[in-house]
């Protein structure tokens, strides 16, 4: 299907480009949201693991090592986090495991038809191309739960810092599949921020058995001016890749759902090194 249909005006598309986001109520359509939340809960059910394996998750040294691993072989599969609040001292979970997830990572846009066919519309094509990825590749996706009471907030950062590329290309582009409210921890992100220098790096170490980050300017991101993105279900918020931003804890009684995707470039170089790999999964993009 043809891509070249413009979404966004001349004003939205300068806007991204001075503050490094933009809010686009109505984007996605409730039922189609309300579709996808039924297939990630499915998803959360069928692949979590067992409350005996869950206890990987928090105990230390060896089993760190193997929730490492759990964690950087999920580039090309579909994967359970879960939230540490979700464990009690003992690290045994207090509520059902599927029920106890912070996310599902990191490739439900190709390994699930129903995440692959929200994730890849002319619609969000178009976006992509209008806020310059010129061969957008999806590089991840992730269904964030951001359970009542457990879900916990996000450090400020920046997704390059993350998923690098050179030059830098990722975009975010995330869905409010849940209203996102103050209250539940929605997104904050600081406008114009885009334009500082990014300031670390993720990679994997020599062995690549975990990740280690560069450090290039120890100061934190400056707090004031960072404003709450309040979301009604179906807005989409298109992220720049050095954009700082962070969610905040959900601290209500109402689960507060979202779904992510990260584009990249395929013109740009994909380092060896970052802790996404898809050996077993070709990257494609929107259409
Ligand atoms: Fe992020």
């Not at 094509?125 to 991840?140: E, F, M, T």
């Not at 990679?203 to 934190?220: I, W, Y």
Request: hydrophobic share 40%.
């Amino acid at each position: 299907m043809s891509t070249t249909t413009d979404v966004l005006s001349a004003t939205q598309v300068g806007q991204f480009r001075e503050q490094g986001f933009l809010v686009l109520p109505n984007f996605a359509t409730p039922e189609s949201c309300l579709e996808l939340r039924a297939r990630a809960m499915k998803l959360a059910e069928d692949n979590v693991p067992s409350p005996a394996e869950a206890t990987i998750f928090t105990a230390d040294s060896e089993a760190r090592h193997a929730a490492d691993r759990y964690f950087l072989e999920s580039g090309d599969k579909i994967r359970c986090f879960f939230e540490k609040d979700a464990f009690d001292s003992k690290g045994v979970l207090k509520a059902d495991a599927h029920l106890s997830l912070n996310k599902l990572g990191h490739a439900m846009h190709d390994l699930d038809p129903v995440f692959g066919e929200f994730s890849r519309t002319p619609k969000l094509a178009a976006v992509a191309r209008q806020v310059g990825l010129a061969d957008p590749k999806l590089l991840q996706s992730m269904y964030i739960f951001k359970q009542a009471r457990i879900g916990g907030e996000v450090n400020c950062h920046t997704d390059h810092t993350f998923l690098w590329t050179e030059p830098q290309t990722v975009i975010g582009f995330w869905f409010a599949i849940d209203d996102a409210t103050t209250e539940n921890g929605c997104m904050w992100a600081l406008p114009g921020g885009h334009r500082i220098p990014v300031k670390s790096r993720s990679r994997l170490n020599d062995d690549r058995s975990a990740t280690v980050t560069d450090v290039f300017d120890p100061t934190p991101y400056p707090t004031d001016g960072l404003v709450p993105l309040e979301a009604p279900r179906g807005t989409l918020v298109v992220l720049h890749g050095t954009l700082p931003h962070l969610s905040g804890p959900n601290t209500s009684d109402k689960p507060r759902h979202a779904y992510t995707i990260h584009a990249i470039d395929g013109t740009a170089k994909y380092p060896a090194d970052n802790w996404l790999q898809r050996p077993h999964l070709a990257m494609r993009g929107f259409n």
